[in-house]
C-alpha cells in the first residue's frame, strides 16, 4: 500500500485499503484518470481511454488532428472551455474576462507526513502526494492532494488554488476534487432532511445530466448533509461496489454527479459556487475543504464501516474518541426555560444511585434569559435566576457525584440582548435593510475577528471561571442576509467560506483553550452533523426528535457516514414531546444506547422504582459502550424499506458482539420472524446472554435467530442479544 510513480509511463498508483487508485500525466500535460476501485496490479491500463471518432468534438487546442479531445478523458481535475463540455472542477476568470485555462502537469512530490489545512478541519495522514498544475497564461497553479490511507478504505483530496501571475483573478467556481467513475448508471444515495427528521436516506437512478446535492445556508445542513454515494447495479447493504465522498465541511456546499454520454460518471464538488466568486490578487492562495472518497467493494455496510473507521482514526479529537463518553442527564425537556434552583437541585438528586454521571444545565442560566427571545451573545451568568454563581450548582452536582455540562449558543445574538444594543452592526444583515428572524435571533458576523474575539473571551470566561466538564454548542438558525460591513463590494461573495473559516476559528480558539472539556455539537437537534464539526466535537446531539421509532430512521440514516460514536442519543419521556407517541422503556433504551446515552427528562419526578431502571439501563449501556465507540456496524434490517431496524456491533476481533432488532407494527398471525445478523465470526462459537445458549457465528448468521414477538406484545417492540466468543 502507498503511493507509486511509474516514470516510463507517467503513471502513479495509490494504494489504500481494499482499492487502487491510477492516473497518469498524459501526452498532452493533461492528469488523465484511469482507475478508481477494487485492488489491482500495477498495469499500464492507459488503454481503457475511450478514442474519439465524433468529428463534432473539439480538439484539443492548437492541434487539428488526432484522435483525443478533452471530453473524451477522464480528468482528475476538470476544467473548462476547451472542449469539456462536463461539470469543471473549477472556473477561473482573468483580467480580460476570460474564463479559459489548461491546467497542465508541472510537478510532483510525495511527502511523508499529510499536511494540514490552514484554518479548516481535515484528516490526520501520513504519504501524501501532491501534484502541481500550472496554467502558464494566466499563471493560476493549482496544488493536487491526495492521501490514500492502509487503515480505512478512504482517499481524502483537495485543491489549493494559486495565484502567481502579476494581475488579479476571480474564482468562480473552485472544488476540491473531480472523481471519475467507469460506468453511468449508479444509483444515487443522499441524505436529506429538517429539524427533528435529520438524514433520511434517499436512492435515485442516476441519470444523464446532473443530480445536485447542495446546502446554500451556510451550514452544511439537516436539509442535505454534504455526502453522496454511488451504488453500483445490483449491489446490498453488504455485497457490491459503492463508492462515497463526504466533504469535511460546514458550510455550503455543492456536491455534483454527472452521468455521461461517454459511458462514465464524473462527481465534483466541494464550496458550494452559488452565491460564491473569490478574489485572488497576485500571490494569494485558496485552501478548499477536504473531500473523503470511500470505496467499499462489500456494498453499502463497507463504505459504511470505511468512513467510521477514517473518523475514528483520522478526524475526530483522538483524546475522546474511543474514551467512554459521560452518560449525562439534560434539564431542557424537564424544565425548558422554566427552572430554578430547587428544582435544578431535585433534578441532580433525582439521579443519585444510577450511574448517570454528569448534569447538563441546558438553556436559559445567562443575562435576561427566560424564553427564546432574548439574551443571546449575553454569556454572563443570570445570579438572580441561579441564585448566586454558577458554583453553587456546579458544587451541588459535583457534592453528588455528577460533573457539569453547560449549553451555549455561541454564534448568535438576540436582538433583546445587552449585545445586540452594544454592537447591532456585529449581526449579519445589510445596513439600511431589515434583517430576517429565525427563533427571534439574528447571528454574528463571524467573518470579523473582533466578533469572533468577543465570543472567545466572553464563553471562554463562563469556562475558565467555572468547574465546567462539558459543553453543549448549539447553534439554532442558518445565515439569511448575506453581507459583513467589513468587507468591500468586490469580496461580498466570499461571505459563506469566510463564515465556515470564522466557525473554525472559534472552534479552534475555544475548544483548544478548554483540553479537559468534551464539547458536543448541537444545531437545533442535527442541523450540522458534519466532519468538520467533528473533528472539534467527538458528538454531536443527533436530533430533537428522541421517540425512539423516529429514532430509528435518523440513527440508521445518520450511520451511512458518521460512527454510533458520534451520535448523542438521549432516553426520554413518553408521551414523547415531539411525537406524542408512547413506547415502552425498554425499546428507547435500547434505540437511544446506540451511540453516546443519556436521559433527558425530568429526573425530580423519579420514584425508586424508576431510580433502578436507569441504573439498569446504565450498566447495560456501561457493558456495551466499547462497541460503540470502536465496533464495527453491520446493518441486517433497514427501517426505511421495511417494518424492522437492525444493527450488528462487532468488536474489531470479533470476539463480542451486540444485536439490536426492533420491529414496528405488530401483526397478528404474521408470518414467523427470523433475523440473520451479519458481520460475525462465522468460526466462533457466541454464548448468546438472552438466550443463555451457544451457537456458532455460522448458524446465527444463516440459520438466523427468532426474536420474540408475540401476539400480543404491542408495536415498538425491540429485542437485544450480547454475545461473547467462548
Ligand atoms: C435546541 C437544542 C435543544 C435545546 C434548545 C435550547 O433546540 O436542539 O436540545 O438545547 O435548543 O434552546
Request: with cysteine; hydrophobic share 35%; aromatic share 12%.
Amino acid at each position: 500500500m502507498g503511493i507509486f510513480y511509474q516514470k516510463e509511463t507517467k503513471t502513479f498508483y495509490l494504494d489504500g485499503k481494499g482499492y487502487s487508485y491510477v492516473f497518469k500525466v498524459n501526452e498532452y500535460g493533461v492528469l488523465e484518470h484511469l482507475y478508481f476501485g477494487k485492488t489491482i496490479a500495477h498495469d499500464d491500463v492507459s488503454y481503457i481511454r475511450d478514442r474519439g471518432t465524433n468529428s463534432t468534438e473539439a480538439t484539443i487546442p492548437g492541434i487539428d488532428d488526432g484522435d483525443a479531445f478533452y471530453n473524451r478523458f477522464m480528468p482528475e481535475v476538470a476544467f473548462f472551455g476547451t472542449g469539456d463540455y462536463r461539470e469543471p472542477c473549477f472556473m477561473v476568470r482573468s483580467n480580460l474576462g476570460d474564463r479559459l485555462v489548461q491546467p497542465h502537469y508541472h510537478s510532483h512530490e510525495i511527502l511523508e507526513t499529510k499536511p494540514q489545512i490552514d484554518g479548516m478541519p481535515s484528516m490526520s495522514g501520513e504519504q501524501t502526494l501532491v501534484v502541481h498544475l500550472k496554467d502558464e497564461i494566466i499563471g493560476l497553479e493549482l496544488d493536487v492532494y491526495y492521501t490514500p490511507y492502509c487503515d480505512a478504505g478512504v482517499i481524502s483530496r483537495r485543491i489549493i488554488y494559486k495565484n502567481m501571475s502579476n494581475d488579479t483573478l476571480e474564482l468562480l467556481r473552485a472544488y476540491s476534487f473531480t472523481l471519475n467513475l467507469a460506468r453511468n448508471d449508479y444509483s444515487v444515495m443522499s441524505l436529506y432532511g429538517g429539524w427533528a427528521s435529520e438524514r433520511n436516506i434517499e436512492t435515485i437512478p442516476m441519470h444523464r445530466g446532473v443530480v445536485s446535492i447542495d446546502s446554500k445556508r451556510t451550514t452544511s445542513s439537516a436539509t442535505l448533509n454534504p455526502f453522496v454515494a454511488l451504488i453500483s447495479p445490483n449491489a446490498t447493504e453488504e455485497t457490491g461496489s459503492v463508492y462515497g465522498v463526504n466533504l469535511v465541511y460546514s458550510s455550503s456546499f455543492a456536491l455534483k454527479v454527472e452521468g455521461t454520454h461517454q459511458g462514465r460518471t464524473l462527481v465534483t464538488g466541494g464550496i458550494n459556487d452559488f452565491d460564491f466568486a473569490w478574489k485572488l490578487e497576485s500571490g494569494e492562495t485558496l485552501e478548499t475543504p477536504e473531500a473523503v472518497i470511500a470505496y467499499s467493494s462489500e456494498g453499502i455496510g463497507g463504505m459504511s464501516r470505511a468512513f467510521h473507521d477514517a473518523y475514528r482514526e483520522h478526524i475526530i479529537n483522538p483524546r475522546y474518541v474511543k474514551k467512554p463518553r459521560p452518560v449525562v442527564i439534560n434539564n431542557w425537556e424537564a424544565t425548558y426555560f422554566n427552572f430554578d434552583v430547587p428544582k435544578l437541585k431535585k433534578i441532580i438528586d433525582g439521579v443519585k444511585g444510577t450511574g448517570i454521571d454528569t448534569f447538563v444545565l441546558d438553556d436559559g442560566w445567562f443575562g435576561d434569559r427566560n424564553s427564546d427571545r432574548s439574551a443571546l451573545g449575553d454569556w454572563v451568568v443570570n445570579e438572580d435566576k441561579l441564585e448566586g454563581p454558577l458554583k453553587n450548582i456546579i458544587d451541588y452536582a459535583h457534592q453528588n457525584g455528577l460533573k457539569f455540562g453547560l449549553w451555549f449558543e455561541p454564534e448568535m445574538v438576540s436582538e433583546d440582548s445587552d449585545l445586540f444594543r452594544a454592537h447591532p452592526d456585529w449581526a449579519i444583515g445589510v445596513p439600511n435593510r431589515k434583517r430576517c428572524y429565525s427563533r427571534h435571533q439574528y447571528m454574528l458576523d463571524l467573518t470579523r475577528s473582533e466578533v469572533r474575539d468577543y465570543i472567545v473571551n466572553s464563553v471562554n470566561k463562563v469556562i475558565r471561571e467555572n468547574e465546567i466538564d462539558y459543553v453543549k454548542w448549539d447553534y439554532n438558525r442558518n445565515v439569511t442576509d448575506s453581507y459583513s460591513i467589513e468587507l468591500p463590494a468586490d469580496r461580498q461573495m466570499e461571505f459563506a467560506h469566510r463564515y465556515a473559516l470564522g466557525v473554525y476559528d472559534l472552534f479552534e480558539r475555544i475548544v483548544n483553550a478548554n483540553p479537559d472539556v468534551i464539547f458536543e455539537g448541537c444545531a437545533g437537534g442535527g442541523g450540522r452533523f458534519d466532519a468538520g464539526v467533528l473533528h472539534y466535537f467527538p458528538q454531536i446531539w443527533t436530533s430533537d426528535d428522541t421517540d425512539a421509532e423516529e429514532r430509528t430512521r435518523i440513527q440508521y440514516g445518520t450511520s451511512i457516514v458518521y460512527p454510533l460514536s458520534s451520535m448523542s442519543c438521549h432516553f426520554s419521556v413518553v408521551p414523547n414531546h415531539q411525537t406524542g407517541r408512547i413506547i415502552r422503556e425498554k425499546t428507547r433504551a435500547d434505540i437511544a444506547r446506540l451511540g453516546a446515552y443519556g436521559y433527558e427528562l425530568d429526573s425530580s419526578k423519579f420514584t425508586d422504582a424508576d431510580r433502578e431502571m436507569v441504573a439498569k439501563q446504565v450498566d447495560e449501556y456501561k457493558a456495551m459502550q466499547s462497541l460503540v465507540l470502536k465496533g464495527d456496524l453491520y446493518r441486517f434490517e433497514n427501517p426505511y424499506e421495511s417494518n424492522y431496524f437492525g444493527f450488528t456491533l462487532v468488536s474489531k476481533d470479533k470476539s463480542h458482539a451486540h444485536i439490536t432488532f426492533y420491529s414496528r407494527i405488530n401483526r397478528p398471525n404474521s408470518e414467523p420472524k427470523f433475523i440473520y445478523p451479519t458481520g460475525l465470526d462465522e468460526n466462533k462459537k457466541y454464548y448468546i446472554k438472552e438466550l443463555d445458549t451457544a451457537l456458532y457465528g455460522s448458524t446465527i448468521m444463516n440459520v438466523g435467530l427468532k426474536p420474540e414477538l408475540a401476539r400480543n406484545c404491542g408495536d415498538f417492540v425491540s429485542n437485544t442479544y450480547s454475545l461473547s466468543e467462548i
